[in-house]
């Protein structure tokens, strides 16, 4: 006795839509050149073009044409993840299928936290930063309950610097700056996680409230810097790129042993694209 009712695209579906329930970090990139994936080391090229300029006008001068600047850049697939289970062939009979929708959703969720991980780590590339008011690895910034919205505020403004806008703009925050924020008694932060859906009709978990202009959700997966220095990213959705796709799921039969096993493999790649439109702030705990 096997796995009967694995068919792969079936399993495939299932497997993915819950790991877009359980991405926190990946919900606030964009998948502009999402593409066909299908192995490891595969590129995406994104073409880029200069500003263009815009100049005063005369009734009846003449005009001069500029060429376009032309840049690229590469997302480079390079991160993989897989998974592999078996399921004897007595246990199969006693419970197929919920064993196996309880291990595909386990396989999901294992997923989503890596490449969760995995972007959250890519914030020494924010090109928003300033070591004066938001700290730095080596220098972070104490925060306590009664400093945290002025934190908070020079990651909106530094953000608006650059021209970033403030729709979907969003801050990953983990537990203790959460805290601080009921603590502040800052309005529409709740004490809870609950899924949303942006105006953009992005789905993600996580959603704690709005506040500053910013949407702020909640993670464990927020880096570390240093030794209790958390590494906070505040962003626009144009800021990272993120290309992922399953791109093996099968079901086979084991040689030594009556079971049957199932396995998958996960493609993926992120960048941080638009650096402007990433801010990183170093923050440490202190009481209050």
Same mark, same amino acid.
């Given at each position: ?25 990946? $919900?606030?990139? #964009?998948?502009?050149? +999402?593409?066909?994936?299908?192995? %490891?080391?595969?590129? /995406? !090229? ?113 953000? $608006?610097?650059? #021209?970033?806008?403030? +729709?979907?703009?969003?801050?990953? %925050?983990?537990?203790? /700056? !959460? ?40 993670s464990n997966n927020v880096q570390s810097s240093a030794t209790a220095v958390s590494a906070i990213m505040a962003l626009n959705r144009s800021a990272i790129t993120y ?18 096993a199932a396995r998958g493999l996960y493609l993926y790649g992120a960048k941080v694209v638009q650096p402007d439109a990433l801010g990183c702030a170093h923050l440490t705990?202190?009481?209050?």
């Amino acid at each position: 006795m096997g796995l009967e009712n694995f068919i792969p695209e079936l399993w495939s579906d299932r497997l993915l839509v819950k790991l877009r329930k359980n991405l926190v970090f990946g $919900s606030v990139v #964009n998948k502009d050149y +999402e593409g066909e994936i299908r192995n %490891i080391g595969d590129s /995406v !090229h994104i073409n880029e073009i200069g500003p263009v300029t815009a100049n005063s006008y005369t009734k009846g001068s003449t005009l001069t044409y500029e060429d376009l600047d032309s840049a690229g850049k590469n997302l480079v697939i390079d991160q993989a993840t897989s998974f592999s289970f078996k399921i004897d062939d007595i246990d199969n009979a006693q419970s197929n299928p919920k064993l196996m929708n309880a291990a595909m959703n386990d396989a999901s969720y294992r997923i989503a936290d890596t490449i969760d991980a995995y972007i959250a780590g890519l914030y020494p590339h924010a090109g928003v930063t300033d070591t004066t008011n938001m700290g730095s690895s080596s220098s972070p910034i104490s925060v306590s309950s009664g400093n945290i919205i002025l934190v908070l505020s020079y990651m909106g403004r530094y953000l $608006s610097d650059k #021209n970033v806008p403030i +729709e979907n703009r969003m801050c990953i %925050i983990p537990p203790w /700056v !959460h805290q601080k924020m009921l603590l502040a008694e800052i309005g529409g932060i709740s004490a809870t996680a609950v899924p949303k859906v942006f105006s953009d009709e992005t789905i993600t978990s996580g959603f704690i409230g709005q506040a500053m202009g910013f949407q702020f959700l909640l993670s464990n997966n927020v880096q570390s810097s240093a030794t209790a220095v958390s590494a906070i990213m505040a962003l626009n959705r144009s800021a990272i790129t993120y290309a992922g796709q399953l791109t093996t799921i099968e079901a086979i039969r084991l040689q030594t042993t009556f079971a049957s096993a199932a396995r998958g493999l996960y493609l993926y790649g992120a960048k941080v694209v638009q650096p402007d439109a990433l801010g990183c702030a170093h923050l440490t705990e202190v009481a209050g």
